[in-house]
């Protein structure tokens, strides 16, 4: 009975290994993608529990982190929480992290790749793991001054340092306060959040990056770049008539300040923001080079990785009247107000566009440098070219429809916008503006703009935030 | 291992390393007290108050079980006891440790630790009630029958179904799983009719194609077993207590007649009824998808996930008492207790506690080498085979190496019914092993049987009872007994005959009256040797 006995022992034998290889194969094989599961509480609870790494505007904290007597262990907390919601984002334990929170969150937890040797340290030292540190290139001033302007306006201001693509400022109102979601009263929380969510005024919403509007006349700066591309300059004539009936259409487009019935040169259709000029540039430059251009500006492509910024479009597939539309503005096209920062950027950098980014440095708890970002650019356009629309846009803020930006003593050019998606709603207002030495790009958006449809209303609006924003960059 | 060779390297002897079977004992129940002081310094950074009485019941359990166990059976094996007070221990600390993440703590560790103390009595109220193991063959059909019952209970008005599977039965506010005590009498009921039965089923039969197939009027028993275990798969939606029993029958036939051809016959039985209930019963299928693709349905496989969640979380070497999540498995105390050792001991304590399974069953196997009566040797293998089925689809399951099932982990998972049945398995094992490892009986004299076996052409005169004659190499079941039998008594005589002339008589049972008084000497080895 003895050698059944020992095969039976050789069966069992291949069951207890069986099991032994398949804990090993969880354990070897699965760990990764079970670990990364975003359904995973347990990995998700770790890094709420860790002592994140604070987030910086110059040197001011505008997250960090405190130790709290509770399960957590840490507290994440923002001490001018709605002031730079738009920045850092949330972090909360039921509802997930926006942001720098969500795009750099290895980094702040301490778990990225690049921190693997200061977590080997750490576990054989005993210190308790320090997320790292991450500099963002806001301006503390800028972004005060942006938010103040704004005020109860619902909208959006982003500036940027043309010369690096370095992103000044960037507010969104109305803004929350992040502290509301981080709190570790869960209960607080999820009150908050349901409160925030049910907001008109979306305030969770980022409006700087994250969300695309029709840009009005603003995107005449685009259909402008690329008529200088293409042979024309700014005393180019453009037949500008009062009222412009689309082909194959019974649409008729008018304008909306005097830009007389017979012809102008493209800079005063600038100045003045004479629809059916552009909508005949658009026609004649057609709607391949209009889109070639956009696209240099980062139309159709992810404009900033920082916080995943909204690609703006410039659409497919036109027919000749929604070109001459697209031309001015309107159809399909949307753009955030981080990408005519980016325009106004190029055109300031003498056509030099620099990608944006929020991110300067990330360093670990013992300042070793993780990441620093580097120096980068591509042309949109001909020195020559850019030049030339500088100085449509100075006129413009010097004679045209900006004058509310005008500011003693400084270069300051523009190009106001306005557009309407829905009759029954406020136009949306915008400023895209630059100034020169030291440079900033400076566009303003404002969402629910509670005055009449035209540009010199919307530059009457929008251009003096833009024009105290630039006052306090000096 | 434990096995020596005295002088003529014939006659085996196993020691009983009373001190090494102590500390073992004591090294065991540290590993639990360990879990219970690291969970108390992880959570709170100081052990409770009450640490004293704890470590006191505790370490004074561990005693008593082990000087009355000693006692009583003074060649048990050494291993089998240690090895279940681990598994006790780590299980009983996991349990603390999940009681204290409820707010206020929860109590069930103490519970527990009452069934613990349940099961330690009836196993050593067994050890001593049982005189001679043997007696438990007399029933093979009432056992049988009794076993049925229970694996059937379920079915009945008082059965529950719980987490899918209709394996509970709920009576006078408790639940039972009647599996639990199945197992036991089940394997008594086939050990005793196998080892009755077991040439006739060996030798009778057609011959097709090499395999000697049984005779038809023998099937009945497989029979029966096949349609019980359909019923239990189908009905009671629980392939792991399926695949127990019958897996047990099986490998018990196959261990009584050491023919192939009843393991082909019952694969294929099984792999029918398996693929029939597959096509005919919504819920198998169910339960493969849930097995093979968890994820693909979050809410209804939320356990099996939560699960994988913490072994994932606990990696190699795991967060540590106390520092993991296994409060986020649902069930964790019982069904999953293992998934949350994977958490806290990570993959190492689950591979150890594994493993410690593993010796158990290997002890068990041992024992069941080693022993000399059919009976016994049957009863051995049929328990630890069971035991190690059970750990497997438990484990095998909480793993997702097989479909999950909703058997008890034995000696860890949160419940009575498991406690004292599994306490009944080993108690029956200690006493198996303590007949299969005592010295054999005395030889005329030490040099005598030496001279003898030297000698090749040495016509011997056999004493009137055959046993006492020496070993000869040529003797077949010599050979195949190896070293696990004592050489006296295993020559010619058929086993079943030697068993009748009873030479292992218990110390205290009735002298035999077919035994001469010389043979009731017993060859008293001294420990070392």
Same mark, same amino acid.
């Given at each position: 009975?003895?050698?059944?006995?020992?095969?039976?022992?050789?069966?069992?034998?291949?069951?207890?290994?069986?099991?032994?290889?398949?804990?090993?194969?969880?354990?070897?094989?699965?760990?990764?993608?079970?670990?990364?599961?975003?359904?995973?509480?347990?990995?998700?609870?770790?890094?709420?529990?860790?002592?994140?790494?604070?987030?910086?505007?110059?040197?001011?904290?505008?997250?960090?982190?405190?130790?709290?007597?509770?399960?957590?262990?840490?507290?994440?907390?923002?001490?001018?929480?709605?002031?730079?919601?738009? !920045?850092?984002?949330?972090?909360?334990?039921?509802?997930?992290?926006?942001?720098?929170?969500?795009?750099?969150?290895?980094?702040?937890?301490?778990?990225?790749?690049?921190?693997?040797?200061?977590?080997?340290?750490?576990?054989?030292?005993?210190?308790?793991? $320090?997320?790292?540190?991450?500099?963002?290139?806001?301006?503390?001033?800028?972004?005060?001054?942006?938010?103040?302007?704004?005020?109860?306006?619902?909208?959006? #201001?982003?500036?940027?340092?043309?010369?690096?693509?370095?992103?000044?400022?960037?507010?969104?109102?109305?803004?929350?306060?992040?502290?509301?979601?981080?709190?570790?009263?869960?209960?607080?929380?999820?009150?908050?959040?349901?409160?925030?969510?049910?907001?008109?005024?979306?305030?969770?919403?980022?409006?700087?990056?994250?969300?695309?509007?029709?840009?009005?006349?603003?995107?005449?700066?685009?259909?402008?770049?690329?008529?200088?591309?293409?042979?024309?300059?700014?005393?180019?004539?453009?037949?500008?008539?009062?009222?412009?009936?689309?082909?194959?259409?019974?649409?008729?487009?008018?304008?909306?300040?005097?830009?007389?019935?017979?012809?102008?040169?493209?800079?005063?259709?600038?100045?003045?923001?004479?629809?059916?000029?552009?909508?005949?540039?658009?026609?004649?430059?057609?709607?391949? +080079?209009?889109?070639?251009?956009?696209?240099?500006?980062?139309?159709?492509?992810?404009?900033?990785?920082?916080?995943?910024?909204?690609?703006?479009?410039?659409?497919? +597939?036109?027919?000749?009247?929604?070109?001459?539309?697209?031309?001015?503005?309107?159809?399909? !096209?949307?753009?955030?107000?981080?990408?005519?920062?980016?325009?106004?950027?190029?055109?300031?950098?003498?056509?030099?566009?620099?990608?944006?980014?929020?991110?300067?440095? !990330?360093?670990?708890?013992?300042?070793?440098?993780?990441?620093?970002?580097?120096?980068?650019?591509?042309?949109?356009?001909?020195?020559?070219?850019?030049?030339?629309?500088?100085?449509?846009?100075?006129?413009?803020?010097?004679?045209?429809?900006?004058?509310?930006?005008?500011?003693?003593? !400084? #270069?300051?050019?523009?190009?106001?916008?306005?557009?309407?998606?829905?009759?029954?709603?406020?136009?949306?207002?915008?400023? $895209?503006?630059?100034?020169?030495?030291?440079?900033?790009?400076?566009?303003?958006?404002?969402?629910?703009?509670?005055?009449?449809?035209?540009?010199?209303?919307?530059?009457?609006?929008?251009?003096?935030?833009?024009?105290?924003?630039?006052?306090?960059?000096? | 291992?434990?096995?020596?060779?005295?002088?003529?390297?014939?006659?085996?002897?196993?020691?009983?390393?009373?001190?090494?079977?102590?500390?073992?004992?004591?090294?065991?129940?540290?590993?639990?007290?360990?879990?219970?002081?690291?969970?108390?310094?992880?959570?709170?950074?100081?052990?409770?108050?009450?640490?004293?009485?704890?470590?006191?019941?505790?370490?004074?359990?561990?005693?008593?079980?082990?000087?009355?166990?000693?006692?009583?059976?003074?060649?048990?094996?050494?291993?089998?006891?240690?090895?279940?007070?681990?598994?006790?221990?780590?299980?009983?600390?996991?349990?603390?440790?999940?009681?204290?993440?409820?707010?206020?703590?929860?109590?069930?560790?103490?519970?527990?630790?009452?069934?613990?103390?349940?099961?330690?009595?009836? %196993?050593?109220?067994?050890?001593?009630?049982?005189?001679?193991?043997?007696?438990?063959?007399?029933?093979?059909?009432?056992?049988?029958?009794?076993?049925?019952?229970?694996?059937?209970?379920?079915?009945?008005?008082?059965?529950?179904?719980?987490?899918?599977?209709?394996?509970?039965?709920?009576?006078?506010?408790?639940?039972?799983?009647?599996?639990?005590?199945?197992?036991?009498?089940?394997?008594? %009921?086939?050990?005793?009719?196998?080892?009755?039965?077991?040439?006739?089923?060996?030798?009778?039969?057609?011959?097709?194609?090499?395999?000697?197939?049984?005779?038809?009027?023998?099937?009945?028993?497989?029979?029966?077993?096949?349609?019980?275990?359909?019923?239990?798969?189908?009905?009671?939606?629980?392939?792991?207590?399926?695949?127990?029993?019958?897996?047990?029958?099986?490998?018990?036939?196959?261990?009584?007649?050491?023919?192939?051809?009843?393991?082909?016959?019952?694969?294929?039985?099984?792999?029918?009824?398996?693929?029939?209930?597959?096509?005919?019963?919504?819920?198998?299928?169910?339960?493969?998808?849930?097995?093979?693709?968890?994820?693909?349905?979050?809410?209804?496989?939320?356990?099996?996930?939560?699960?994988?969640?913490?072994?994932?979380?606990?990696?190699?070497?795991?967060?540590?008492?106390?520092?993991?999540?296994?409060?986020?498995?649902?069930?964790?105390?019982?069904?999953?207790?293992?998934?949350?050792?994977?958490?806290?001991?990570?993959?190492?304590?689950?591979?150890?506690?594994?493993?410690?399974?593993?010796?158990?069953?290997?002890?068990?196997?041992?024992?069941?080498?080693?022993?000399?009566?059919?009976?016994?040797?049957?009863?051995?293998?049929?328990?630890?085979?069971?035991?190690?089925?059970?750990?497997?689809?438990?484990?095998?399951?909480?793993?997702?190496?097989?479909?999950?099932?909703?058997?008890?982990?034995?000696?860890?998972?949160?419940?009575?019914?498991?406690?004292?049945?599994?306490?009944?398995?080993?108690?029956?094992?200690?006493?198996?092993?303590?007949?299969?490892?005592?010295?054999?009986?005395?030889?005329?004299?030490?040099?005598?049987?030496?001279?003898?076996?030297?000698?090749?052409?040495?016509?011997?005169?056999?004493?009137?009872?055959?046993?006492?004659?020496?070993?000869?190499? %040529?003797?077949?079941?010599?050979?195949?007994?190896?070293?696990?039998?004592?050489?006296?008594?295993?020559?010619?005589?058929?086993?079943?005959?030697?068993?009748?002339?009873?030479?292992?008589?218990?110390?205290?049972?009735?002298?035999?009256?077919?035994?001469?008084?010389?043979?009731?000497?017993?060859?008293?080895?001294?420990?070392?040797?």
């Amino acid at each position: 009975m003895n050698s059944p006995i020992r095969r039976t022992a050789l069966v069992a034998s291949i069951l207890f290994l069986a099991l032994l290889v398949n804990v090993s194969i969880v354990q070897l094989w699965r760990q990764g993608s079970l670990s990364a599961d975003d359904r995973n509480r347990r990995v998700l609870d770790a890094e709420f529990a860790q002592n994140r790494g604070a987030i910086l505007a110059g040197d001011t904290q505008i997250a960090t982190t405190t130790p709290i007597k509770d399960r957590f262990r840490y507290q994440r907390s923002y001490p001018q929480g709605s002031l730079y919601a738009t !920045v850092t984002g949330w972090y909360a334990y039921d509802f997930g992290r926006s942001g720098l929170e969500a795009k750099y969150s290895t980094e702040l937890a301490g778990t990225a790749s690049s921190q693997t040797v200061d977590r080997l340290v750490d576990l054989f030292t005993g210190a308790t793991p $320090v997320g790292a540190t991450i500099q963002t290139t806001i301006n503390a001033k800028l972004q005060q001054v942006a938010t103040q302007q704004l005020g109860t306006k619902k909208g959006a #201001v982003v500036a940027i340092d043309p010369t690096t693509g370095a992103i000044l400022a960037m507010v969104s109102t109305p803004t929350y306060d992040p502290n509301k979601l981080a709190t570790h009263d869960l209960a607080a929380a999820r009150s908050a959040w349901t409160t925030l969510n049910a907001d008109p005024g979306k305030p969770l919403s980022d409006r700087s990056t994250r969300e695309i509007y029709p840009p009005g006349s603003t995107f005449k700066l685009v259909t402008a770049a690329a008529a200088l591309e293409n042979g024309m300059t700014p005393d180019t004539l453009v037949n500008t008539p009062s009222q412009l009936t689309l082909p194959n259409s019974s649409s008729v487009l008018g304008n909306e300040s005097n830009c007389g019935n017979t012809q102008q040169t493209m800079d005063q259709a600038l100045q003045l923001s004479c629809n059916t000029a552009f909508a005949n540039l658009g026609a004649t430059l057609g709607a391949e +080079k209009i889109r070639a251009q956009a696209e240099k500006f980062g139309f159709d492509s992810t404009p900033m990785t920082d916080v995943n910024a909204a690609k703006s479009q410039f659409p497919a +597939k036109l027919d000749a009247a929604q070109t001459m539309l697209s031309a001015i503005g309107q159809y399909d !096209v949307a753009a955030s107000p981080l990408q005519m920062a980016m325009v106004a950027a190029a055109i300031c950098n003498n056509g030099v566009l620099k990608t944006p980014y929020l991110v300067s440095e !990330v360093r670990s708890a013992d300042l070793r440098v993780l990441y620093r970002h580097g120096p980068d650019g591509k042309p949109t356009m001909s020195t020559a070219s850019a030049q030339a629309l500088q100085q449509m846009m100075v006129n413009v803020v010097q004679k045209g429809t900006g004058t509310k930006a005008q500011l003693p003593g !400084v #270069v300051v050019g523009g190009k106001t916008g306005t557009a309407q998606t829905d009759p029954t709603k406020n136009p949306y207002a915008w400023f $895209v503006s630059f100034a020169k030495n030291p440079d900033i790009a400076v566009a303003v958006f404002i969402e629910d703009a509670n005055v009449e449809r035209n540009d010199i209303a919307g530059g009457a609006l929008a251009g003096p935030i833009a024009k105290a924003v630039i006052q306090a960059s000096r | 291992m434990s096995a020596t060779a005295v002088s003529t390297g014939d006659a085996v002897v196993h020691r009983r390393r009373p001190v090494i079977g102590l500390l073992l004992l004591v090294l065991a129940q540290v590993i639990g007290a360990a879990g219970y002081v690291l969970t108390h310094l992880d959570i709170d950074g100081r052990l409770p108050s009450g640490w004293p009485v704890v470590f006191l019941a505790w370490f004074g359990v561990g005693l008593a079980t082990y000087v009355l166990v000693r006692w009583r059976l003074p060649h048990a094996d050494p291993v089998l006891l240690p090895a279940t007070f681990l598994l006790v221990g780590v299980g009983l600390g996991m349990i603390h440790r999940i009681d204290l993440i409820a707010e206020p703590a929860r109590h069930d560790a103490e519970t527990q630790f009452v069934w613990l103390l349940l099961g330690i009595v009836t %196993a050593v109220a067994l050890v001593f009630l049982v005189k001679d193991y043997r007696l438990l063959r007399r029933f093979p059909y009432v056992l049988f029958l009794a076993g049925l019952v229970l694996l059937l209970l379920p079915l009945s008005p008082l059965g529950v179904e719980l987490n899918g599977s209709r394996i509970w039965i709920r009576l006078l506010g408790y639940s039972f799983q009647p599996a639990e005590v199945a197992k036991l009498v089940l394997s008594l %009921a086939f050990a005793g009719y196998l080892a009755d039965t077991k040439d006739v089923l060996a030798m009778a039969g057609p011959r097709v194609l090499g395999f000697t197939l049984p005779r038809a009027r023998d099937l009945g028993p497989i029979a029966v077993m096949w349609v019980a275990s359909l019923l239990v798969l189908i009905y009671q939606k629980d392939l792991g207590t399926s695949m127990l029993f019958f897996g047990l029958f099986v490998a018990m036939v196959y261990v009584a007649t050491g023919r192939g051809s009843w393991v082909v016959l019952g694969a294929l039985l099984f792999a029918a009824g398996g693929w029939f209930a597959y096509q005919k019963f919504a819920y198998v299928g169910v339960r493969v998808s849930s097995w093979l693709h968890p994820f693909s349905d979050y809410d209804k496989n939320y356990q099996v996930i939560q699960a994988q969640f913490g072994f994932a979380y606990g990696g190699l070497l795991g967060r540590g008492w106390g520092l993991g999540r296994p409060g986020l498995t649902p069930l964790a105390k019982s069904d999953f207790i293992t998934a949350a050792i994977g958490e806290e001991l990570g993959i190492v304590g689950l591979v150890a506690v594994i493993l410690v399974y593993g010796i158990i069953v290997a002890r068990g196997l041992r024992t069941a080498l080693s022993c000399t009566q059919p009976f016994g040797k049957l009863l051995s293998a049929g328990l630890s085979l069971v035991f190690a089925l059970q750990v497997f689809a438990i484990i095998g399951g909480v793993t997702r190496l097989l479909p999950l099932t909703g058997l008890t982990t034995p000696f860890m998972s949160q419940g009575g019914s498991s406690m004292v049945a599994n306490w009944l398995v080993v108690a029956v094992m200690l006493v198996v092993s303590n007949d299969a490892r005592r010295p054999a009986v005395v030889r005329e004299s030490e040099a005598d049987v030496a001279s003898l076996s030297a000698d090749a052409t040495q016509v011997i005169s056999v004493p009137q009872l055959r046993r006492s004659a020496p070993r000869t190499a %040529a003797t077949p079941s010599a050979v195949e007994e190896e070293q696990g039998a004592p050489s006296a008594q295993t020559v010619v005589v058929p086993e079943d005959e030697m068993e009748a002339t009873a030479p292992f008589r218990l110390p205290d049972a009735p002298p035999n009256p077919s035994q001469p008084p010389q043979q009731s000497q017993r060859f008293q080895p001294e420990e070392g040797q």
